[in-house]
Protein backbone atom coordinates (compact mmCIF):
# COMPACT_ATOMS: atom_id res chain seq x y z
CA UNK A 1 0.00 0.00 0.00
CA UNK A 2 1.29 3.66 -0.89
CA UNK A 3 0.34 6.14 0.85
CA UNK A 4 -0.45 8.22 -2.16
CA UNK A 5 -3.33 6.01 -3.34
CA UNK A 6 -4.53 5.74 0.56
CA UNK A 7 -8.41 6.62 0.02
CA UNK A 8 -9.08 5.15 -3.96
CA UNK A 9 -12.23 3.38 -4.70
CA UNK A 10 -10.11 0.03 -4.36
CA UNK A 11 -9.68 0.62 -0.56
CA UNK A 12 -13.94 0.96 -0.31
CA UNK A 13 -13.89 -2.16 -2.21
CA UNK A 14 -11.40 -4.67 0.23
CA UNK A 15 -13.09 -3.22 3.28
CA UNK A 16 -16.43 -3.94 1.49
CA UNK A 17 -14.90 -7.69 0.53
CA UNK A 18 -13.50 -8.05 4.28
CA UNK A 19 -15.99 -6.94 5.99
CA UNK A 20 -18.45 -9.35 4.78
CA UNK A 21 -15.97 -12.24 5.16
CA UNK A 22 -15.73 -10.94 9.42
CA UNK A 23 -19.81 -10.85 9.43
CA UNK A 24 -20.26 -14.20 8.49
CA UNK A 25 -17.54 -15.73 10.42
CA UNK A 26 -15.37 -17.03 7.91
CA UNK A 27 -12.34 -15.18 8.66
CA UNK A 28 -10.77 -16.19 11.93
CA UNK A 29 -8.93 -12.86 14.27
CA UNK A 30 -8.05 -11.05 10.63
CA UNK A 31 -4.94 -9.16 10.61
CA UNK A 32 -4.29 -6.78 8.43
CA UNK A 33 -0.84 -5.70 7.18
CA UNK A 34 -0.45 -2.74 4.52
CA UNK A 35 2.78 -3.17 3.37
CA UNK A 36 3.45 0.35 3.33
CA UNK A 37 6.27 0.85 0.87
CA UNK A 38 6.41 4.35 2.23
CA UNK A 39 5.43 3.25 5.57
CA UNK A 40 7.83 6.28 7.64
CA UNK A 41 5.78 8.71 5.88
CA UNK A 42 2.56 7.45 6.92
CA UNK A 43 1.45 9.20 9.95
CA UNK A 44 -1.10 7.92 12.92
CA UNK A 45 -4.21 9.70 11.26
CA UNK A 46 -3.24 7.83 8.12
CA UNK A 47 -2.87 4.20 10.19
CA UNK A 48 -6.59 5.13 11.45
CA UNK A 49 -7.94 6.27 7.90
CA UNK A 50 -6.65 2.65 6.31
CA UNK A 51 -8.53 0.75 9.42
CA UNK A 52 -11.53 2.91 8.81
CA UNK A 53 -11.49 1.99 4.84
CA UNK A 54 -10.78 -1.97 5.68
CA UNK A 55 -13.67 -1.85 7.84
CA UNK A 56 -11.60 -2.78 10.93
CA UNK A 57 -10.57 -2.17 14.44
CA UNK A 58 -7.32 -0.18 14.29
CA UNK A 59 -5.49 -3.34 16.87
CA UNK A 60 -6.16 -5.52 13.82
CA UNK A 61 -3.64 -3.57 12.01
CA UNK A 62 -0.22 -4.70 12.40
CA UNK A 63 2.57 -2.72 13.65
CA UNK A 64 5.98 -2.78 12.24
CA UNK A 65 9.38 -1.52 14.13
CA UNK A 66 11.33 -1.97 10.65
CA UNK A 67 10.27 -1.46 6.99
CA UNK A 68 10.34 -3.39 4.57
CA UNK A 69 13.23 -1.50 2.67
CA UNK A 70 15.03 -1.95 6.43
CA UNK A 71 15.07 -5.69 6.92
CA UNK A 72 12.26 -7.74 5.15
CA UNK A 73 13.22 -11.57 6.98
CA UNK A 74 12.73 -8.30 10.61
CA UNK A 75 9.74 -6.71 8.96
CA UNK A 76 7.81 -10.51 8.46
CA UNK A 77 8.82 -12.18 12.01
CA UNK A 78 6.74 -9.54 13.55
CA UNK A 79 3.94 -10.44 11.88
CA UNK A 80 2.21 -13.15 14.80
CA UNK A 81 2.04 -17.10 13.78
CA UNK A 82 -1.46 -17.34 14.16
CA UNK A 83 -4.84 -15.99 12.75
CA UNK A 84 -5.86 -14.92 9.08
CA UNK A 85 -3.92 -12.00 7.32
CA UNK A 86 -4.48 -9.51 4.63
CA UNK A 87 -1.87 -8.16 2.86
CA UNK A 88 -1.49 -5.13 0.95
CA UNK A 89 1.53 -4.88 -1.07
CA UNK A 90 1.82 -2.00 -3.98
CA UNK A 91 1.44 -4.50 -6.63
CA UNK A 92 0.73 -7.67 -5.87
CA UNK A 93 3.10 -11.24 -5.72
CA UNK A 94 6.35 -10.50 -7.44
CA UNK A 95 6.38 -13.31 -10.59
CA UNK A 96 9.48 -12.54 -11.97
CA UNK A 97 12.51 -9.95 -12.34
CA UNK A 98 11.28 -6.15 -10.75
CA UNK A 99 12.80 -2.73 -9.60
CA UNK A 100 11.74 -2.74 -6.31
CA UNK A 101 10.86 -5.64 -3.82
CA UNK A 102 9.28 -3.55 -1.77
CA UNK A 103 6.02 -2.99 -3.70
CA UNK A 104 5.92 -6.95 -4.10
CA UNK A 105 5.04 -9.49 -1.83
CA UNK A 106 7.73 -12.46 -2.63
CA UNK A 107 6.66 -16.32 -2.84
CA UNK A 108 8.78 -17.45 -0.17
CA UNK A 109 7.30 -14.81 2.29
CA UNK A 110 3.68 -16.12 1.40
CA UNK A 111 4.41 -19.97 2.35
CA UNK A 112 6.15 -18.81 5.66
CA UNK A 113 3.22 -16.73 6.53
CA UNK A 114 0.99 -19.73 5.26
CA UNK A 115 2.70 -22.45 6.90
CA UNK A 116 3.10 -20.33 10.48
CA UNK A 117 -0.56 -21.13 11.08
CA UNK A 118 -1.28 -24.74 9.29
CA UNK A 119 -5.23 -23.46 9.23
CA UNK A 120 -4.80 -19.74 8.05
CA UNK A 121 -6.07 -17.98 5.28
CA UNK A 122 -3.73 -15.37 3.65
CA UNK A 123 -4.69 -12.79 1.01
CA UNK A 124 -3.28 -10.67 -1.10
CA UNK A 125 -3.93 -7.60 -2.94
CA UNK A 126 -3.14 -8.44 -6.75
CA UNK A 127 -2.66 -5.35 -9.10
CA UNK A 128 -2.80 -6.12 -13.24
CA UNK A 129 -1.26 -4.25 -15.47
CA UNK A 130 -1.87 -4.56 -19.59
CA UNK A 131 -3.44 -8.39 -18.91
CA UNK A 132 -6.93 -9.76 -18.31
CA UNK A 133 -6.94 -10.22 -14.80
CA UNK A 134 -7.78 -14.24 -15.09
CA UNK A 135 -4.35 -14.32 -17.03
CA UNK A 136 -2.14 -12.54 -14.40
CA UNK A 137 -4.17 -14.78 -12.01
CA UNK A 138 -2.62 -17.91 -13.86
CA UNK A 139 0.89 -16.40 -14.09
CA UNK A 140 0.97 -15.74 -10.22
CA UNK A 141 -0.51 -19.10 -9.52
CA UNK A 142 2.10 -20.87 -12.18
CA UNK A 143 4.43 -19.29 -10.66
CA UNK A 144 3.71 -20.09 -6.83
CA UNK A 145 3.35 -23.94 -7.81
CA UNK A 146 6.67 -23.54 -8.97
CA UNK A 147 7.69 -23.40 -5.74
CA UNK A 148 6.48 -27.03 -5.02
CA UNK A 149 4.28 -25.86 -2.09
CA UNK A 150 0.77 -27.52 -1.64
CA UNK A 151 -1.92 -24.39 -1.65
CA UNK A 152 -5.53 -23.39 -2.62
CA UNK A 153 -6.66 -20.43 -3.31
CA UNK A 154 -9.61 -18.26 -4.17
CA UNK A 155 -10.05 -15.48 -5.92
CA UNK A 156 -12.18 -12.16 -6.26
CA UNK A 157 -11.12 -10.33 -9.54
CA UNK A 158 -12.27 -6.93 -11.32
CA UNK A 159 -11.24 -5.40 -14.29
CA UNK A 160 -7.47 -3.92 -12.51
CA UNK A 161 -7.33 -5.63 -9.54
CA UNK A 162 -7.58 -9.11 -7.76
CA UNK A 163 -7.49 -10.10 -3.97
CA UNK A 164 -6.10 -13.67 -4.18
CA UNK A 165 -7.28 -16.06 -0.63
CA UNK A 166 -4.61 -19.04 -0.34
CA UNK A 167 -4.47 -21.58 2.58
CA UNK A 168 -2.74 -25.08 2.89
CA UNK A 169 -6.80 -26.38 3.93
CA UNK A 170 -9.22 -26.72 1.46
CA UNK A 171 -11.83 -26.01 3.57
CA UNK A 172 -11.05 -22.67 4.24
CA UNK A 173 -10.55 -21.95 0.73
CA UNK A 174 -13.97 -23.58 -0.50
CA UNK A 175 -15.76 -21.46 2.43
CA UNK A 176 -14.72 -18.20 0.99
CA UNK A 177 -15.15 -19.24 -2.19
CA UNK A 178 -19.22 -20.23 -1.47
CA UNK A 179 -19.42 -16.87 0.52
CA UNK A 180 -18.43 -15.24 -2.88
CA UNK A 181 -20.36 -16.73 -5.02
CA UNK A 182 -23.79 -16.80 -2.43
CA UNK A 183 -22.73 -12.84 -2.79
CA UNK A 184 -22.67 -12.46 -6.21
CA UNK A 185 -25.21 -14.91 -7.22
CA UNK A 186 -24.78 -15.74 -11.48
CA UNK A 187 -22.07 -13.08 -11.81
CA UNK A 188 -19.58 -15.04 -9.61
CA UNK A 189 -18.94 -16.41 -12.59
CA UNK A 190 -16.55 -14.13 -14.25
CA UNK A 191 -15.19 -12.72 -10.92
CA UNK A 192 -14.44 -15.74 -8.28
CA UNK A 193 -12.09 -18.84 -9.41
CA UNK A 194 -11.31 -21.69 -7.40
CA UNK A 195 -8.20 -23.95 -7.48
CA UNK A 196 -9.11 -26.55 -4.80
Not at 51 to 57: C, G, N, Y
Not at 83 to 110: A, N
Request: proline residues 2%; charged residues 30%; neutral net charge.
Amino acid sequence: MNLKYLGDALDHWKGSVFEGLQRVGVLDNLRIDAMASDAKAWRPEDWHLFARLLRVESDQIVKHAVTLKDDRQLYFDEVADDGDLFLDPDTGIKTGPVKDRGQYLLPTELFALMNADATRVVAVYQHIRAARTRDRVEVVLRCLRSYHERFFCTSYESGTVALLFFSGKRARITVISEYFHSLLGSHAQRRIGLWA
